[in-house]
């Protein structure tokens, strides 16, 4: 059974999900721990609006089912009480319900910016670190594919994703609103990641020329400074710069706040802005701009639950693509969903794809010499062979027959450490002789060799 955590921007404002979110260094334990006999597979999405945990659990019981999501909670959290405290908090999903949830954030469509163009990629970073962890198999391996297809398809197929489709832009539109005009306007940006790339791209396009790019990697903000026509300057100039700004934005991975109210507090003073309008935004999760900021004269914070309210109009654009947008994720949820119901299927026909595969190899290797040859022919005649036996555990399946009777018999049939053992020969009775009779041994009469005869190679059809 496929099943689901999820914590959101729609049922957590910002604070909670700083509170249940996970650093790379807890992500790492927690796929060291979250597997167990019950739980074989598991696997992350973590994004500054949410922070889902899906797993395949080795039954459909409800009360194991039940018990494994509580286990995963409480290695997600560390203790029993935190972990009933996500519980109480998150969103739970079982089957398709979760199935149709990451294909949905795949699309775009389950994202705080309908059709936000970046969560197909942090999408794809989640899937490749649950690689890497090895924690993730078949299931959400199949899972993770068949969102990132669906995703690339609303691209490519609809309007969804076109237009102004990320928090880095939406915040540099609402600065500009902010302002009127960003001309005259000094601009910070810290950060230089996706998020902040796009703040900063979207800035210069609206006609921002004093755009700042301070970056804990010097050089990655050289780079996006040549790119927007700004400058770059120190990690740790970064207060300084805030204070004779007049918009500061910023978007790092940082798990502590990079600008703190005593830093600001103190350059300002130090440079004579204290008091003057400074418009902040925070679009990190954890928050990287401390909230007590605020407690100063003229300063104006915007966090991701407050940019929430002007991304609602930008959406009305691709409202009109959604409709589309649901219906491929729908083929693809209904593909993966029947690949689920057919596993019982392919674990029935294993023990005779193997048993034909090792024929087929050796056969074809002792007449080609060749093992590469081999292993690619041997492949596809046995996919030829187990068409029909497969189409036919395949229509089982749909009709709502077990398995076990079809599994049994192959098991039986191609499986050798479950072949019998050969029973023994049972000596024929024979008359007790009598005391005074002699016994004679008499050598059995010589048995004429067997005569070799070629092997019979069955043709596809005599086989089915």
Not at 200 to 216: C, F, M, P, T, Y
Not at 392 to 398: D, G, S
Request: proline share 6%.
């Amino acid at each position: 059974m496929l099943i689901s955590i999820a914590i959101d921007f729609r049922q957590a404002d910002v604070a909670t999900r700083e509170h249940f979110h996970l650093s790379e260094e807890r992500l790492t334990q927690l796929y060291r721990t979250a597997r167990s006999e019950i739980v074989t597979e598991a696997a992350l999405i973590s994004t500054c609006n949410r922070t889902e945990l899906y797993a395949w659990v080795d039954s459909d019981d409800p009360a194991v089912v039940n018990r494994a999501v509580q286990t995963l909670a409480r290695r997600w959290m560390r203790t029993r009480a935190e972990g009933d405290q996500l519980l109480q908090t998150a969103t739970r999903r079982v089957g398709v319900d979760a199935a149709r949830h990451v294909v949905r954030i795949a699309a775009g469509l389950e994202s705080q910016v309908l059709g936000d163009g970046q969560i197909l990629g942090q999408l794809k970073a989640a899937y490749k670190r649950a690689s890497r962890g090895h924690s993730a198999g078949p299931v959400l391996h199949r899972l993770f594919e068949t969102a990132l297809r669906a995703g690339k398809r609303v691209q490519t197929e609809t309007s969804l994703t076109t237009g102004r489709n990320s928090v880095g832009a939406e915040a540099a539109i609402t600065a500009n609103q902010r302002f009127g005009n960003l001309e005259n306007a000094r601009c910070l940006l810290v950060g230089a990641g996706k998020t902040g790339a796009r703040a900063a791209k979207q800035l210069h396009k609206l006609g921002a020329r004093d755009l700042v790019i301070v970056n804990r990697t010097f050089e990655t903000a050289q780079e996006l400074a040549k790119f927007v026509g700004g400058r770059a300057a120190p990690f740790e100039t970064r207060h300084v710069e805030a204070a004779m700004a007049d918009v500061v934005i910023v978007a790092t991975g940082s798990e502590v706040p990079v600008i703190t109210a005593e830093g600001l507090a103190e350059a300002r003073e130090a440079c004579a802005a204290a008091g003057y309008s400074l418009l902040m935004m925070d679009l990190s999760l954890p928050r990287n701009i401390d909230p007590a900021v605020t407690e100063q004269p003229g300063i104006t914070l915007v966090d991701l639950d407050t940019l929430h309210q002007p991304i609602l109009t930008a959406e009305t654009m691709r409202r009109d693509a959604a409709p589309i947008a649901a219906d491929i994720c729908e083929g693809e949820i209904s593909s993966f969903m029947e690949w689920i119901a057919n596993m019982p299927a392919r674990d029935a026909i294993k023990p005779l794809r193997a048993a034909l595969e090792d024929v087929a190899r050796r056969e074809v290797a002792f007449a080609s010499k060749d093992a590469g040859i081999a292993e690619r022919a041997a492949s596809r005649i046995v996919a030829k062979l187990l068409a029909g036996p497969m189409a036919a555990l395949r229509r089982a399946v749909q009709r709502g027959e077990p398995l076990d009777a079809q599994a049994m018999m192959l098991l039986e049939m191609f499986s050798p450490a479950a072949a019998p053992a050969p029973r023994a020969v049972r000596p024929a009775r024979t008359a007790a002789p009598k005391p005074a009779d002699v016994v004679e041994h008499v050598p059995p009469p010589p048995v004429a060799p067997r005569e070799r005869r070629p092997s019979t190679v069955l043709s596809p059809e005599q086989f089915t």
